[in-house]
């Protein structure tokens, strides 16, 4: 089983046991956004998606945070109104919350401020397209190995 499957179901195990909320490591430059349904590898992020949403329906006390907007925004485009319908109901109750915002999370090491201020506002006219006020996310989540910039810290302060 692909090693993404597999921490997507230790967290889901987790949370049944301790009721915590949870998150999905996901990154753009992992190579993950979106492989074929029928590939014998299931790590694609749209299963991981597909198993969250199914997760937060089944129990109301689940909540999931996620990040990576590049990933959700091709797992959304795929989704049947239906589901679009019970994402947004998700994400108004807070069981579904956007953290940073971004488009990706940026490499801090190498990018430039424009760069950071540019991938994030793409992500985030796509959640306020979409979702409204309630998705604006309220917390800067970066966990770049790296390091953090002056420059994203000070951005996300401003956000």
Not at 54 to 70: G, Q, S, T
Request: include cysteine; glycine fraction near 6%; proline fraction near 2%.
């Amino acid at each position: 089983m692909h090693m993404t499957i597999c921490y997507a179901i230790l967290l889901l195990l987790s949370v049944e046991c301790f009721k915590a909320s949870y998150k999905s490591q996901n990154g753009c430059g992992y190579g993950v956004i979106r492989e074929s349904r029928n590939n014998i590898q299931h790590g694609s992020v749209q299963y991981i998606l597909d198993s969250i949403i199914e997760a937060l329906v089944r129990n109301p006390e689940r909540r999931f945070i996620y990040v990576e907007i590049a990933f959700f925004w091709r797992w959304w485009n795929e989704q049947s109104n239906d589901t679009r319908k019970i994402v947004k109901e998700l994400v108004n109750d807070g069981r579904l919350e956007f953290i940073s915002g971004g488009w990706c999370m940026h490499d801090e090491a190498t990018t430039h401020y424009n760069s950071i201020i540019d991938q994030h506002s793409l992500g985030a006219e796509f959640l306020r397209d979409q979702f409204g006020n309630c998705a604006r996310p309220k917390i800067a989540w970066q966990i770049d190995p790296f390091g953090h910039s002056r420059e994203a810290a000070s951005l996300f302060a401003q956000v």
